[in-house]
Structures are given as structure tokens and as C-alpha cells.
């Protein structure tokens, strides 16, 4: 049982999940920096270097679960520690080498090691998974996510309503799938389609890390599986242009500079939710499909970004049933190994519901 909880990275997304999970637990939040914001937070704050492993290690040891909401590039660190204090450990990443760390990690160690808690990866495999076990043989499973603004501006048609450190990594590294049947790597920004939601036009296309473990655990089991990213037509042409054409994908930190101050965030996000199975049942052959749009919501007299919610209410469900039993209390969860009936009925499941 968990009673007390370590969230690092107090952003927006570390600010909800402390929140959230304050509603059970006893949370402490450490960033470098206390959070400026117009509203106070719940649980209490505390400023420190969480890149400094010595001020770090002793923090952790206070806690029965930590949950980073930090850049990608500082996870395997926490993890590291979390695991050697025997402490659970969550994080939102999408990187795919960090995941493979924490695995490895999850090997020796007595707590659960839970990466890419968030929405994609995260709560997309959890849903796609879930259309996927309905069938007695699987054809295919189309899993599609867009964190975009509402009223979009501008050629991208995109505003940086979280980390752009998180969205060039995306867009830079290769994406895995299964297609006929095989496992393989297929270039990022790659695999454009046309996809059309409640009359609306969108365009989609192949990023890294949103299918986590999924090609691993599917892998024998499916003809064609993959994840790719929901934009407004035209995104995907230009990225290619200014990775690609321009070689900014040499020189990430220009790169993702360029984009937050030309694309700063909004209030007003809509996050798209799209999963799609194909199989058999019985003696034919059908499709199951999923699809959600969620907005910004209030949360404890606060309104909050779908993007951050989404996100947020993801981790705090998969901490919610670690302690209640629900999963596994030591080693390595995949998402997709977690119910989707489960996930919903959650504390935080409810908001997904709506």
C-alpha cells in the first residue's frame, strides 16, 4: 500500500498530478523552482536540485512512490535510486531508451517500475489493448492521439501546450511497428493519412514511443500495429521540412527554441483519443473502434489544459491501483497489461468517462 507519494517537475502536468494524488495520499513536490502560479497547490512544496543525485537519494528514501513529471533525460537517474530504495517508481516517458533502462532496473529490484503512465504512451495502449482482447484473432490495432490546439493559427496549426523537448524527440527518433506481421522500425513524420473525426479533416502520421511495449507483447499475435500522432493538415510537411530539409534535427536545442516561442501554449486544447481493432469473432470478421475528444476541465476550482489532465489523471490512476492492489506491487507494468475497466473506475478514471 502506498501512503506517501514524491512528485518531481512541478509544471503544469507535476502540479496536477501532485493535486490529484493529494486527494489520497500525503504528497511532497520538489522542483528546482516553486511554482508561480495564481492559484495556491494543495500539497506541500519544496524547492531542490532533483538533477543532484546525493540530495536526491535522500530524499527518495522518505517515500513509498515517486512520480516524475521531468524531462525525459533525467528519468533514468530517479529510476536508478527509486529501484535502489525499493520505492515505486512512475514517470510519463516516452523515450524509448529510458524505458528500456527502467526494465532493466525492474529485474533486480522489489518495487514497481512503471514508465509511460501518460496518455500516449500511456492510456492509448490501455484502450487499444482493450479492443484487442475481444477478438479470438487479431488482424490489426490502429492506436491515433492529438494534443492540439482548438482553434488553431498559422501553417502548424499547433501551439506547445506541453513539453517541446518531449514533441522533437518525438518527431526526431524512429517509431516501431508491426506491419505484415513483422516488427520493425518506420521513419517519424512518416506514413501520412488522412483521418476524419465528427466531420472534421486531421492528418496523421508515424512518431516515436507512443505504442511503448505494445509491438513487443503483440509481436506473432498481429498483422498491423502502430501509433501515429493527430495534427492539423499541413503540420507534417512542414516539420519535415524544418528537421529534414533545414537539418535542424543536428541541433534540437535551436530547434525546440524556435518552436515554443513561435508556438507558445493556449488554454483552450482539445485532446483526440482514436484506437481501432480489427479481428475475428466467431465465424466473420469485424473492427471495434474508440474515439473521444476531451477539453479542458476544473479540478478543485482550477481549469486545466486537456493536455495536463489527460496526462496527469493517466499516472495517478496507474498509482491509484498499484496501492489498491489492483496491479502488480513489484516489477515491470506494461500498459497494455492494465484493464481498461479498471483504469475507468478509478478515482481519476471518472474524468476519462465524461
Known amino acids: 500500500m ?35 502560479y495564481d492559484f495556491p497547490l494543495s500539497f506541500k512544496v519544496e524547492t531542490g536540485d532533483v538533477s543532484d543525485k546525493a540530495f536526491l537519494s535522500e530524499k527518495i ?11 525525459y533525460f533525467l528519468n533514468s537517474a530517479v ?15 516516452e523515450d524509448v531508451p529510458t524505458t528500456d533502462f527502467v526494465r532493466k532496473l525492474s529485474e533486480s529490484g522489489k518495487s514497481v517500475m512503471a514508465p509511460q503512465c501518460g496518455l500516449a504512451p500511456g492510456y492509448i495502449g490501455i484502450v487499444g489493448a482493450g479492443l484487442a482482447k475481444e477478438f479470438s484473432e487479431l ?26 523537448a518531449g514533441v522533437v524527440n518525438e518527431y526526431i527518433n524512429d517509431a516501431e511497428a508491426i ?49 501515429k500522432t493527430i495534427r492539423y493538415p499541413g503540420h507534417c510537411d512542414l516539420m519535415n521540412f524544418l528537421i529534414h530539409e533545414l537539418h535542424l534535427k543536428n541541433d534540437k536545442k535551436m530547434l525546440e527554441d524556435v518552436l ?10 482539445v485532446v483526440i483519443v482514436y484506437a481501432a481493432a480489427e479481428g475475428k469473432k466467431g465465424s466473420g470478421y469485424f473492427r471495434n473502434e474508440f474515439c473521444k475528444k476531451y477539453g479542458p476541465v476544473e479540478i478543485e476550482g482550477v481549469k486545466w489544459r486537456a493536455i495536463s489532465w489527460t496526462t496527469a489523471a493517466s499516472i495517478a490512476a496507474v498509482v491509484e491501483m498499484v ?29 476519462f468517462k465524461n
Open 61 to 71: 528514501k522518505e517515500f513509498d512512490a515517486v512520480v516524475s513529471a521531468l524531462p
Open 323 to 351: 496501492s489498491k492492489g489492483k496491479l502488480p506491487s513489484s516489477g515491470f507494468i506494461k500498459q497494455e497489461e492494465i484493464s481498461l475497466e479498471d483504469f475507468l473506475n478509478t478515482s481519476y478514471g471518472i474524468y
Open 139 to 164: 488482424r490489426s490495432i490502429e492506436m491515433r492521439v492529438g494534443a492540439l490546439p482548438k482553434y488553431p493559427s498559422g501553417k502548424l496549426g499547433y501551439a506547445f501546450t506541453w513539453s517541446a
Open 179 to 227: 506491419h505484415n506481421g513483422s516488427r520493425k522500425m518506420v521513419q517519424s513524420l512518416q506514413g501520412k493519412e488522412v483521418i476524419q473525426i465528427d466531420g472534421n479533416e486531421y492528418e496523421a502520421f508515424y512518431t516515436s514511443g507512443g505504442l511503448g511495449t505494445m509491438c513487443e507483447t503483440f509481436e506473432g499475435k498481429v498483422d498491423r500495429l502502430d501509433y
Open 2 to 36: 502506498i501512503k506517501n507519494v514524491l512528485v518531481l517537475g512541478l509544471g503544469k502536468v507535476g502540479s496536477l498530478v501532485g493535486t490529484l494524488l493529494n486527494q489520497q495520499f500525503k504528497v511532497v513536490g520538489i522542483d528546482k523552482q516553486a511554482p508561480h
Open 79 to 93: 529510476a536508478e535510486l527509486a529501484s535502489l530504495n525499493g520505492v515505486h517508481y512512475f514517470d510519463l516517458t
Open 260 to 269: 515554443q516561442n513561435a508556438k507558445p501554449a493556449v488554454d483552450e486544447d
